[in-house]
Structure formats: structure tokens, C-alpha cells
């Protein structure tokens, strides 16, 4: 079984409101990263959203739940990627054999690119899968059970990327014709491009 996270709980201080309610496409960010992951063949989703604390908490959550996506809550936004990524660890059953993971200011992949993830998961077990575009490293990444542990331990500076970095030898990136693989949406220019580009 192979699950889907999607980090949604960040404090979005760059970009000034909370990036998963940001609408593109007749959609929220938060819809599209969801149904794009489930397209492209995870079984489930869970989505690491922000506590009641948080204005927008109880938005995201609602959203969510609504998209068919299960809830993680991260009651502390001003926390770590890595934090809300272990939450999301947290929430999957011994089941699951791998997680597609995307931040919610990149939801516009393709399905095909999870998919083409899944696939080469299958096909080696490899303990980090990345999809790269004109080679460069992108979203989403899917991490293997063999390395759950250590994201789910350890102090990790550079968050996930700490793992990617220590199976540099083992992992497996795959090349793939979707641009937006490498588009971040983090600040209000960025939604500014996004807007001009629809």
C-alpha cells in the first residue's frame, strides 16, 4: 500500500495567507496536491494540517476531509517540515509500504509523475524515488519504509533532506516531462507567475 502527505500545516509567512486555501484552476492548492496524489495511484492521503489554534486550521481540516483525505494535525505551524512530515508517519498503518510526500505549495504535478514514482518504487525498492525535470530535483518524493526510521528520529538541520542525502547512492531519480515538478508557489510573486501562466 502506498500512501500520500500532504504538508499543509506551514505558517505560509512568505506568501501571507495559508497557501493550501490558495484557489488555481477552480481549485484549492490543498484539492489538487490530494486528487493528483490518489490519481496517480496512492491508496490513501493524509493530509498534516494546523490546529484550531490556527485561523486557518479549521478551513484546511474541512477541506480535507471533504477531498476523502485523512487528518494529521500539527499543533505548532511555526515547527519544522520534518515535523510535520513525522506527523504524517505517525498516522500511517504497518501496511503502508512507502509515501509520496509533497508540500502544499507544489500541488500541480502530474498523476503520470506519481505513477511513474510508484512504478519505479516497484520495480527496485530503491529507499528514496525523486522525479527530476531537466535535471533538476523535484516534487513529490517518495520515501520507502526501510527509511521511515530515520525520518522519523534524529535531528535532521536540513529536514528531509538529510535523509535524501544519505542514500544518495541508493536512490532513484526518474526523469519526467512535468514542469511544475520544480515550481514552488511560495511568495506572492510566484502566485503572480502562476496567475499569468493559466
Known amino acids: 500500500m502506498i500512501t500520500g502527505i500532504v504538508l499543509a500545516a506551514g505558517a505560509s509567512e512568505r506568501m501571507r495567507r495559508p497557501k493550501a486555501l490558495i484557489e488555481t484552476e477552480g481549485r484549492t492548492f490543498l484539492v489538487h496536491a490530494v486528487e493528483r496524489l490518489r490519481e496517480g495511484g496512492c491508496h ?19 477541506i480535507a476531509e471533504e477531498a476523502g483525505a485523512r487528518v494529521a494535525i500539527n499543533p505548532r505551524p511555526e515547527s519544522e517540515q520534518i515535523d510535520s512530515l513525522r506527523l504524517g508517519l505517525e498516522s500511517i498503518g504497518p501496511e503502508c509500504e512507502a509515501v509520496v510526500v509533497v508540500p502544499v505549495d507544489a500541488p500541480l504535478f502530474s498523476p503520470d509523475t506519481v505513477r511513474r514514482l510508484i512504478d519505479a518504487y516497484r520495480d527496485g525498492e530503491p529507499p528514496v524515488v525523486l522525479p527530476t525535470h531537466r535535471g533538476q530535483r523535484g516534487h513529490p518524493t517518495l520515501f520507502a519504509r526501510s527509511v521511515f526510521e530515520e525520518l522519523r528520529t534524529g535531528d535532521h538541520p536540513e529536514g528531509a533532506r538529510g535523509v535524501i542525502t544519505a542514500h544518495e547512492n541508493e536512490l532513484q531519480e526518474v526523469a519526467v516531462d512535468d514542469p ?18 493559466e
Open 44 to 62: 490513501a492521503v493524509t493530509v498534516v494540517a494546523p490546529g484550531k489554534g490556527s485561523e486557518a486550521g479549521p478551513s484546511i481540516i474541512r
Open 180 to 197: 511544475a515538478v520544480t515550481r514552488d508557489i511560495d511568495t506572492p510573486e510566484d502566485l503572480e507567475a502562476l496567475r499569468g501562466d
